[in-house]
């Protein structure tokens, strides 16, 4: 298997460079190129760059080839070097990935295959301790997210039937002697069928409910009406959210996706935090506070006009990832710093209607976003990923289906082989959640 | 004072494969357990093999081990299960006549060169070196000192067993086939918490044994095994016991009803016992609480030997009082009279949590100290022989100054089971299951000495009859192999015979058409009728070689993979706590389970990938056993 990864680690703008390592490395140079490019080692050529589907044009960029064994793992490595826009590196990425044999390297992959070649430098792999454990951190958080969500309800479910149908399976050949049910294929096949379905109309979705998953996630946070809708209309200079002086007019969240120095970032509005009776108004600070909980980075905005109004529910959301905002300070004569939070990343004085005082905010937010983006993996990368499992699980489940074996030890081996590719995305099938399964739904016991 | 090489302590089915195959490396070995006459002795059930089961007892023989020609010596009923379905999950199983299968098996292991039979109860471990600890030999009850720089404990339930019935409560290593009692073992479980093992309860149960004259089998199914028989070992031709049948009979409302009713009397209801029972084998209390609808459960009633009339209920373990047991029992159709020879009760015990051994199975606290069977948290006659066949090997080849002899995943059934033991531990009794084999459809029973009767030769394991007769195998099945890859026919000819493949234009070997479920072998000798004269045995086995090939070959590549990694070797003294990017929960995961090589790791549940790079820096890559 030929692998590919971003190895630059940021999205932003200038260059992203593309890692290729593999036997189909210089294949996945002509592909890209669509010219059988002459590839003398280590020079570097200026190329167009094409998707090799659909021949749209990609980007302008540098290509170099490190024939193996003198390359970094060892094998014949090719370097794209682009432009790095979060958009244009996506691009490359998918393209990549539509290549046969090539896919997108597991975490820690380049540098397994440079240590099995005897190419990796033992002392380099002790820097790369504290990147890996940020990059792992930042991944499980992404992957909180999404199984907090709806798709997070989907993987589970498909995990559940998947279990449910090996389940039948294996308990027809460990357990035969018992009084378990022999018509396991039939029960089996209307799961897998339903279950290859989903997963079919999952890949075809145009994938946006991960679009709309990736990214770093900004919540703005605060009582009603002291300003978090005008701050997302800030940000995203134009009218998503209704404005008014309406104490809680946003009830629900708003999420709006911007592009911020060149790295995705959802900011998402929420209801304003306060006591309330409403159970409408409930269940949306109670979402409020949920995706606070999952967020990247907080603003918390306190009007200070309205000392009076103890902003607790906001404060307790203080922390270092948490921005402050002093909002209204206008119409403040002195401001009144005695409302300075402590624990923050920092604390600004603005008015968000004119604007006033936003430039230096707009700053400390972009340095925190690049910060903790150079440390994720880009969201196409997951994607991606997510996409070459799945296609996978798909074709085992293909298998499963067209079932030219009747054979239960080979259906069970498809659906073996389908669970370790959703796994990847859904959280491992051990055989343990198998017998598990097996041994509260059948009465075993011989 | 002799000096032993390796002392086995325990007569049970870990201990008699432990010391037979470190006699049969050649190390000086003594076996010392309780009484000579329990040797052997099934402490439940008298069946061997089953689903998994009968994998494991076929690697045992492959490697020349005892249980499979016990088996074969002592068996009433021999069926292959799943006889159906294909050779990867068929797994051969017979009842033994119990007191055949104990005579035989004191036979073989009396007269076995390098090994000295003891009888006796070991109270002690005798320890050297202070700061640094190792075992150098045993302290009997007697206060007697025996040296070894090897031990094998294989005490089985023994280690501080307690027995329940109702809320009588017996302290004991298990109950004889006399009912009395067999005094369990205290001192050693003082000895192993002394040292810092750390000790856990488990628990398992029997069901009552009944007189066979007072059972009603006219209204009993009868189950009769296969005609004709097939061994275990591969060194067995025919099977020479009388054969005989089983029954079955199933329990009513009426039992359930009973036994709801008296539930507070179970030990296991009443909250007398902490330990965790086997999933897979509930007692029958457990039966009728968790599955209330179930309207009856079905129950064996198999023979416990030839010229004996007990029958062992399969099916109905409890720890109920005698009376309640009785009563339900009664219930039953075609036991409405049955006499009962000696009550059911459960029984619990301490054992080692396996995650403090080695893949050699010696433990990692004490150097020279090695732990099979049941003590190790499995359940089962076959898992125990097959961790005390390892530990035997891994003891006599360390006091030779050789290698350890490891099995992987990919290897054997054993070595499935010993790696889910060492790198996950066991929270419940572990029994096999083909399905905890990710390589199931390479690990066969019927290839177990083709995946392992060489490695055997290669380290001095298996005799010369055997590795005679298996290396007259292989050059058949290489030579007549050879035969069926050169014979080729294209899809036209072919369909002249009546063969349906595909009219592709390709030309297929007979070992390919073979390997196609819609054609049989007679179909072939109609192209070639040379085939016939291949031997029936050898054209079967090379049917099931090739019945899986296009899976086989693609699982090649995952076991290349797997294999890499078991070759990554990480020190077990490794402190985690000190290595840089990795979380604290993966720091806390691998200082318990302290995993041997980067695979074992990796299986760890949590480990992320990520952290398994960090880990590169730390490992030492094994260079025998080289990795294509
Ligand atoms: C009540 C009961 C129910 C069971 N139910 C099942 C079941 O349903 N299914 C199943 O698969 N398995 C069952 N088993 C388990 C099966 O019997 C064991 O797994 C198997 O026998 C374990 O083998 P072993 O060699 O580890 O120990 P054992 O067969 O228990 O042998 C231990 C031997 O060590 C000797 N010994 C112990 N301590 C000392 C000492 N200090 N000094 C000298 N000798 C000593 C004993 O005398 C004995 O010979 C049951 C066991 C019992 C007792």
Same mark, same amino acid.
């Given at each position: 298997m030929t692998i590919f990864a971003l190895?630059?680690?940021?999205?932003?703008?200038?260059i992203g460079v593309i890692r290729v390592s593999g036997p189909q490395t210089k294949n996945a140079v002509f592909a890209l190129t669509k010219k059988n490019i002459?590839?003398?080692?280590r020079e570097m050529t200026l190329n167009w760059f094409y998707?090799?589907?659909?021949?749209e044009k990609l980007d302008r960029g540098m290509v170099v080839f490190f024939p193996g064994p003198c390359s970094f793992t060892g094998e014949d490595v090719a370097e794209f070097h682009i432009h790095g826009g979060y958009a244009v590196v996506g691009g490359v990425m998918e393209a990549l990935s539509k290549l046969p044999n090539l896919r997108s390297a597991e975490a820690g992959e380049f540098t397994r295959r440079a240590f099995d070649n005897d190419k990796m430098d033992l002392t380099a792999v002790e820097g790369l301790a504290d990147l890996i454990n940020a990059e792992t951190q930042s991944q499980k958080k992404q992957a909180l997210r999404q199984m907090d969500g709806e798709l997070g309800d989907i993987y589970k479910s498909w995990r559940h039937q998947l279990i449910t149908a090996m389940a039948y399976l294996e308990v027809s050949i !460990?357990?035969? *002697?018992?009084? +378990? $049910? /022999?018509d396991v294929t039939s029960r089996v096949t209307p799961i897998i069928k339903k279950l290859k379905g989903d997963i079919t109309k999952h890949l075809a979705d145009g994938h946006r409910g991960e679009r709309l998953r990736h990214g770093l996630q900004v919540v703005i946070l605060g009582?009603?009406?002291?300003g978090k809708s005008t701050l997302l209309n800030f940000l995203s200079?134009?009218?998503?959210a209704i404005v008014?002086?309406?104490?809680?007019?946003?009830?629900d969240i708003l999420e709006v996706h911007l592009d911020l120095s060149g790295f995705p970032v959802s900011i998402v509005d929420t209801a304003g935090l306060r006591l309330t009776g409403d159970e409408i108004e409930i269940e949306g600070i109670r979402r409020a506070e949920q995706r606070a909980r999952d967020a990247d980075l907080k603003i918390v905005i306190i !009007?200070?006009? *309205?000392?009076? +109004? $103890? /902003?607790k529910l906001a404060l307790n959301?203080?922390?270092?990832n948490t921005l402050v905002l002093l909002n209204k300070?206008?119409?403040?004569?002195?401001?009144?710093?005695?409302?300075?939070?402590?624990?923050?990343i920092g604390c600004w004085d603005v008015s968000l209607k004119d604007g006033l005082g936003m430039a230096p905010f707009m700053e400390a937010l972009k340095a925190q976003v690049e910060n903790r983006m150079e440390l994720t993996e880009t969201p196409s990368l997951t994607r991606t990923r997510h996409r070459a499992s799945l296609r996978s699980a798909e074709g085992h489940l293909d298998r499963f289906m067209s079932?030219?074996?009747?054979?239960i030890e080979l259906l069970s081996e498809d659906l073996r082989l389908a669970a370790r590719d959703l796994g990847k995305i859904t959280g491992d099938v051990d055989v343990e959640d198998i017998l598990e399964k097996i041994f509260t739904e059948f009465c075993i016991g011989k | 004072m002799i000096n032993f090489d390796v002392i086995v302590i325990g007569g049970g089915h870990a201990g008699c494969e432990a010391a037979a195959a470190s006699a049969r490396l050649g190390a000086n070995t003594l076996l010392i357990t309780h009484k000579i006459e329990t040797i052997?002795?099934?402490?439940?059930?008298p069946a061997i093999g089953g689903l998994g089961k009968g994998h494991l007892v076929r690697e045992i023989d492959a490697l020349d081990g005892i249980m499979g020609r016990v088996a074969d010596a002592s068996g009433v009923q021999f069926r292959m299960l799943?006889?159906?379905?294909?050779?990867?999950v068929r797994g051969p199983r017979c009842q033994s006549d119990r007191k055949l299968y104990r005579e035989e098996m004191q036979k073989i292991l009396t007269n076995y060169p390098n090994l000295i039979i003891r009888q006796a109860a070991v109270d002690d471990l005798w320890i050297k070196g202070g700061d640094q600890p190792s075992v150098s030999g045993v302290i009997t009850d007697t206060g007697e000192k025996i040296s070894a720089a090897r031990v094998i404990l294989t005490t089985g339930t023994f280690l501080r067993g307690m027995i329940h019935i109702g809320d009588e409560r017996i302290p004991a290593g298990r109950k004889s086939i006399a009912n009395e009692i067999e005094q369990p073992a205290i001192g050693l479980s003082a000895t192993l918490e002394k040292f810092g093992f750390n000790l856990q309860r488990l628990k398992t149960g029997t069901p009552a044994r009944l007189n066979?004259?007072?059972?009603?089998?006219?209204v009993c199914t009868e189950q009769p095994g296969d005609q004709p028989p097939v061994p275990?070992?591969?060194?067995?031709?025919?099977?020479?016991v009388r054969q005989i049948n089983c029954h079955i009979t199933h329990t009513n409302e009426k039992t359930h009803d009973i036994i709801r009713k008296n539930l507070h009397k179970s030990s296991m209801y009443s909250g007398h016992i902490e330990g965790a029972g086997p999933r897979y084998c509930p007692s029958i209390e457990d039966k009728v609480v968790r599955f209330?609808?179930?309207t009856s459960h079905q129950i064996f009633l198999e023979p416990?030997?030839?010229?004996?009339?007990t029958i062992y209920p399969n099916g109905i373990s409890t720890s109920l009082p005698v009376d309640v047991q009785e009563a339900y029992i009664r219930s039953i159709v075609g036991l409405e009279n049955v006499e009962i020879m000696q009550p059911g009760y459960a029984i619990e015990y301490d054992f080692v949590n396996?995650?403090?051994?080695?893949a050699t199975l010696e433990t990692k606290k004490l150097p020279g100290l090695y732990l099979a069977g049941q003590i190790n948290g499995t359940t089962g006659y076959e898992e125990a022989a097959a961790q005390g066949l390892m530990a035997g090997i891994n003891a006599a080849r360390a006091s030779a100054g050789c290698d350890p002899f490891l099995l992987d995943r990919a290897d054997a059934y054993i070595g499935v089971m010993i790696d889910d033991l060492v790198t996950k531990?066991?929270?419940?009794p572990y029994r096999m299951f083909t399905?905890?084999?990710?390589y199931r459809l390479k690990l066969r029973a019927d290839n177990a000495d083709q995946r392992l009767t060489e490695l055997g030769i290669g380290i001095g394991l298996v005799g010369k009859d055997r590795a005679l007769r298996f290396n007259e195998k292989i050059s058949k099945l290489r030579l007549f192999g050879k035969i069926l890859d050169d014979l080729k026919i294209s899809p036209n000819e072919a369909a002249k015979y009546g063969l349906k493949i595909n009219q592709d234009g390709v030309k297929r070997s007979a070992k390919i058409l073979l390997s196609y479920?819609?054609?049989e072998f007679e179909q072939i000798t109609n192209i070639w009728?040379?085939?016939?004269?291949?031997?029936t045995e050898i054209i079967e086995q090379l049917v099931v070689d090739s019945t899986y090939s296009g899976y086989l070959e693609r699982q090649e590549a995952d076991i290349v993979a797997f294999r890499k990694d078991e070759n990554l070797i990480l020190s077990?003294?490794?402190?985690?706590?000190?290595?840089?990017?990795?979380s604290n929960e993966v720091k806390e995961k691998l200082s318990k389970a302290m995993p041997t090589t980067l695979g074992a790791a990796a299986r760890i549940?949590?480990?992320?990938p990520a952290a398994l790079t960090t880990l590169l820096r730390y490992v030492k890559r094994k260079d025998k056993k080289a990795v294509a």
């Open positions: 190895s630059s680690g940021k999205g932003r703008a200038g002459s590839l003398n080692p998707d090799p589907d659909t021949n !460990d357990f035969s *002697e018992e009084e +378990v $049910p /022999d009582a009603p009406n002291a200079q134009r009218d998503v008014s002086d309406i104490a809680g007019t946003t009830r !009007d200070v006009l *309205e000392p009076s +109004v $103890p /902003d959301h203080l922390g270092d300070c206008d119409l403040l004569a002195n401001a009144n710093h005695s409302l300075a939070p402590g624990a923050s079932a030219e074996h009747a054979e | 052997g002795e099934m402490s439940c059930n799943n006889k159906r379905k294909g050779p990867a066979g004259k007072t059972i009603d089998w006219s275990f070992s591969f060194m067995t031709k025919t099977i020479k209330s609808d179930k416990e030997g030839l010229d004996t009339d396996p995650q403090q051994l080695l531990g066991t929270d419940e399905s905890r084999a990710e479920p819609n054609i009728p040379n085939l016939r004269e291949v031997p077990t003294s490794l402190n985690y706590n000190l290595i840089g990017g990795l549940s949590g480990v992320t």
